[in-house]
C-alpha cells in the first residue's frame, strides 16, 4: 500500500510508524506532527500506524489528531495483531472513519480455496453451501468430480495443517507442522486471554472441549463442567475465542413444541 500511494499520489505524504515498543499515546501525536513539520510542502497525507493494538488508548491519540489538527483531512491506516484490540478502538472513533463502505480489513488464515492454489490446483467451481442445491449450480459441480481425488487429497492436508501461513510452509517443506510453530501460535492465544484476564489453561480447556465435542451440539452448562465454571464463565470464553476467530458459534434451532 505504501509503495501504491507513493507511485500513484506522489504529491501526497507518507507516514509509517512502528508502535511495538511504546506504551504512551502521545507518540502518535509526536510522530504524525514531526512528519508533517519535516514534509511542509504534503496538504495530504496517508499515514500508517503498525501495531497500534500496542499503545493503550490509542484511540484517544488518533481521535485528538483528527478533531484538532489538519490531519482530519488525511487517511490514516491503522493494523494490529489483536483484532480484539483494533475492532475495539475503532468502536470509540465514531464519526472519524470516513465514508467508506467497509472501512474493516481483517486478514484471516487461508481458505481451502487459496490453500488449493497454491498447491497448483484451482478450485473448478466456487460457491456458497446455500447453493448447492440449486439445478444450475449441480450442472456446474459435475465437472468438478474429474478433480475429486486430488482435492480430497488436499482437503485432508489442509484439515491437518489449517491456513496459517507459517504451518502450510511448515508442511510443505517437511510434511509436518513443526513443534515452534504451533507454540508460536499457542502463545499468540494465551498472550490474548493474559490481555482479557482470562486463564489462559481454562481457555486451553474451553477449546479441547469443542474439538472433542465437534460431532454433536454442547451446552453452556456442559462446557461449564468441563472448564470447571459456571455457565455465565463457560460462555464468557467461547465468546472471546469467537472474537479472535478461532471458533464460530451457531445456535441450534429448536423446532416447534420441543421441550
Same mark, same amino acid.
Given at each position: +500500500?505504501?509503495?501504491?500511494? =507513493?507511485?500513484?499520489?506522489?504529491?501526497?505524504?507518507?507516514?509509517?510508524?512502528?508502535?511495538?515498543?511504546?506504551?504512551?499515546?502521545?507518540?502518535?501525536?509526536?510522530? &504524525?506532527?514531526?512528519?508533517?513539520?519535516? #514534509?511542509?510542502?504534503?496538504? /495530504?497525507? /496517508?499515514? *500508517?500506524?503498525?501495531?497500534?493494538?500496542?499503545?493503550?488508548?490509542?484511540?484517544?491519540?488518533?481521535?485528538? =489528531?483528527?478533531?484538532?489538527?489538519?490531519?482530519?483531512?488525511?487517511?490514516?491506516? =491503522?493494523?494490529?495483531?489483536?483484532?480484539?484490540?483494533?475492532?475495539?478502538?475503532?468502536?470509540?472513533?465514531?464519526?472519524?472513519?470516513?465514508?467508506?463502505?467497509?472501512?474493516? #480489513?481483517?486478514?484471516?488464515? $487461508?481458505?481451502?480455496?487459496? *490453500?488449493?492454489r497454491l498447491h497448483g490446483v484451482a478450485p473448478? &467451481?466456487? +460457491?456458497?453451501?446455500?447453493?448447492?442445491?440449486?439445478?444450475?449450480?449441480?450442472?456446474?459441480?459435475?465437472? +468438478? $468430480?474429474?478433480?475429486?481425488?486430488?482435492?480430497?487429497?488436499? $482437503?485432508? /492436508?489442509?484439515?491437518?495443517?489449517?491456513? *496459517?501461513?507459517?504451518?502450510?510452509?511448515?508442511?510443505?517443506?517437511?510434511?509436518?507442522?513443526?513443534?515452534?510453530?504451533?507454540?508460536? $501460535?499457542?502463545e499468540m492465544i494465551e498472550g490474548e486471554a493474559? /490481555?482479557?484476564?482470562?486463564?489462559?489453561?481454562?481457555?486451553?480447556r474451553t477449546l479441547e472441549h469443542i474439538v472433542?465435542?465437534?460431532?454433536?451440539?454442547?451446552?453452556?452448562?456442559? =462446557?461449564?463442567?468441563?472448564?470447571?465454571?459456571?455457565? #455465565?464463565?463457560?460462555?464468557?470464553?467461547?465468546?472471546?475465542?469467537?472474537? +479472535?476467530?478461532?471458533?464460530?458459534?451457531? *445456535?441450534?434451532?429448536?423446532?416447534?413444541?420441543?421441550?
Amino acid at each position: +500500500m505504501i509503495r501504491q500511494s =507513493l507511485r500513484e499520489t506522489p504529491y501526497e505524504g507518507v507516514l509509517y510508524y512502528a508502535c511495538d515498543l511504546d506504551t504512551d499515546p502521545d507518540v502518535i501525536r509526536q510522530a &504524525v506532527q514531526t512528519a508533517k513539520r519535516l #514534509r511542509p510542502q504534503s496538504r /495530504r497525507w /496517508r499515514i *500508517f500506524l503498525d501495531e497500534v493494538s500496542a499503545i493503550p488508548r490509542w484511540p484517544q491519540a488518533v481521535k485528538w =489528531l483528527r478533531d484538532n489538527t489538519p490531519a482530519r483531512e488525511d487517511t490514516f491506516i =491503522l493494523t494490529g495483531s489483536s483484532a480484539i484490540e483494533v475492532a475495539a478502538g475503532a468502536d470509540r472513533l465514531p464519526g472519524r472513519r470516513g465514508r467508506v463502505a467497509r472501512p474493516d #480489513r481483517i486478514l484471516l488464515p $487461508l481458505s481451502f480455496a487459496d *490453500f488449493a492454489r497454491l498447491h497448483g490446483v484451482a478450485p473448478p &467451481v466456487e +460457491m456458497a453451501v446455500s447453493a448447492f442445491l440449486d439445478p444450475a449450480a449441480q450442472r456446474e459441480i459435475e465437472p +468438478m $468430480l474429474l478433480h475429486q481425488p486430488q482435492l480430497q487429497g488436499l $482437503l485432508e /492436508r489442509y484439515m491437518r495443517v489449517g491456513g *496459517f501461513p507459517a504451518a502450510v510452509i511448515d508442511e510443505h517443506v517437511s510434511g509436518r507442522v513443526a513443534e515452534s510453530t504451533v507454540r508460536m $501460535l499457542w502463545e499468540m492465544i494465551e498472550g490474548e486471554a493474559q /490481555r482479557h484476564r482470562r486463564d489462559p489453561v481454562r481457555l486451553f480447556r474451553t477449546l479441547e472441549h469443542i474439538v472433542t465435542s465437534l460431532s454433536g451440539p454442547t451446552e453452556w452448562t456442559a =462446557l461449564g463442567e468441563a472448564i470447571d465454571a459456571d455457565r #455465565r464463565t463457560a460462555e464468557e470464553y467461547v465468546r472471546l475465542l469467537a472474537r +479472535m476467530f478461532l471458533v464460530v458459534v451457531l *445456535f441450534r434451532r429448536d423446532p416447534p413444541g420441543a421441550d
